[in-house]
Structure formats: C-alpha cells, structure tokens
C-alpha cells in the first residue's frame, strides 16, 4: 500500500494531480486508514502511470479515459485503441506542421533583418505589421 506522496513520488506525479484524476474518475477513489490518509495499491499505480505515460504522449483526459475503458475490458478487439492511437498521431502530425510553419516565419524574419538600427529592423516591422500577422497565422493554422 502507498500513501498518495508515495504514489506522486513513484510516478513523478504531483499530489494535487492524483486528487484531481480522482475527481474526474481516471484514478479510483483511494482507500483511507482510520485516520483518513489515502491507501493506494499496486494496481493503482500503475493505473496512474498508464495516465502519466499517455500525458507525457500528449492525449487528452477523454482519450485517456477511452484508453481505459478499453484497458478493463481485456477481452476486446484493439482497434479502438488503435483508433484513439490514430487520432493522436494526426493531431501531433497537424503541430508538427504548424510549428515547420512558425519555424520557417522566423527564420525568414531572422534573414531578412540587416541588422542595423532598431528603426529599420525586419523582425520588428513584421511585428508590427498586424495584417501580415493574421494572414501568417492563418497559414501556421494557429
């Protein structure tokens, strides 16, 4: 059994975090002692770092949540999981684009200053050029 600053410990998550995902229902309501403290078990932790894990992969509560779900019912086809894997790699696919796209911005930003005075400078004028802002924001899909 662990207490909860051992779980967040073991996990690297933070105590706040655990009482949250409690909350929500991605970690069941711990037992308590007589005294009230939280009592995790082994099947707790790892059900937490399954959580940890799959943040650190970048899916949100309700695909983890769906991830889950599926994880409890062992006897199921994967091509949910699949599914919900898919989702995720084409949103971190759709960053990756946008961020190639404000990568690429500033380094055209960055080109273009000559490097003189602050009166001339390209990095501040396209700051300030509003209009060309939105329209490069548009095209970074931000």
């Given at each position: 059994?662990?207490?909860?600053?051992a779980?967040a410990?073991?996990?690297?998550?933070k105590v706040?975090t655990?009482r949250?995902?409690?909350?929500?229902?991605?970690?069941?309501?711990?037992?308590?002692?007589a005294?009230?403290?939280?009592?995790y078990?082994?099947?707790?932790?790892?059900r937490l770092?399954?959580?940890?894990?799959?943040?650190?992969?970048?899916?949100?509560?309700?695909?983890?949540r769906?991830?889950?779900?599926l994880?409890?019912r062992?006897g199921?086809?994967?091509s949910d999981?699949?599914?919900?894997?898919?989702?995720q790699?084409?949103?971190?696919?759709?960053?990756?684009?946008?961020?190639?796209?404000?990568?690429t911005?500033l380094?055209?930003?960055?080109?273009?200053?000559?490097?003189?005075?602050?009166a001339?400078?390209r990095?501040?004028e396209?700051?300030?050029?509003?209009?060309?802002?939105?329209?490069?924001?548009?095209e970074?899909?931000?």
């Amino acid at each position: 059994m662990f207490s909860i600053g051992a779980l967040a410990k073991r996990t690297g998550t933070k105590v706040q975090t655990i009482r949250y995902y409690e909350q929500i229902g991605l970690m069941p309501e711990a037992g308590r002692t007589a005294g009230g403290q939280r009592r995790y078990a082994a099947s707790d932790l790892d059900r937490l770092s399954f959580v940890r894990h799959a943040r650190q992969l970048g899916f949100g509560l309700e695909a983890i949540r769906e991830l889950l779900d599926l994880a409890d019912r062992p006897g199921q086809s994967c091509s949910d999981a699949d599914s919900i894997a898919r989702r995720q790699l084409k949103q971190v696919a759709e960053r990756i684009a946008r961020l190639q796209a404000l990568q690429t911005e500033l380094e055209r930003m960055i080109s273009e200053c000559a490097g003189g005075l602050v009166a001339d400078c390209r990095v501040l004028e396209v700051l300030r050029d509003h209009s060309e802002c939105l329209t490069n924001h548009d095209e970074i899909g931000g």
